[in-house]
């Protein structure tokens, strides 16, 4: 199989790119791929924090992705945000 460092590296970029034209469950997916790998890209994180108001999640998906952000030590205001306002 294909190193998963490798994987990751190569389709982070891909995905960080085109974050804009994800679902809330693809989103949430993609981040606990990477969180359980515990492979941090920066741009990607950042492109589904800057997106996540769109994505229409719901309360388990906002929790998924709080912890996916927490275990790759990401700060993501947005989402501390919407947990605030959906009360989870």
Known sequence: GVDHQLLFTTA????ARNVKYMNGRDAVDVCG????????????????????????????????????????????PMLRRLQQLKGT
């Open 33 to 76: 791929a990477f969180a359980e790998f515990r492979f941090k890209h920066n741009a990607l994180l950042a492109e589904l924090a800057r997106f996540l108001p769109a994505m229409g999640l719901s309360d388990a998906e906002v929790a998924a992705m709080q912890g996916s952000f927490q275990r790759l030590d990401f700060e993501a």
């Open 12 to 15: 982070a970029p891909h995905l």
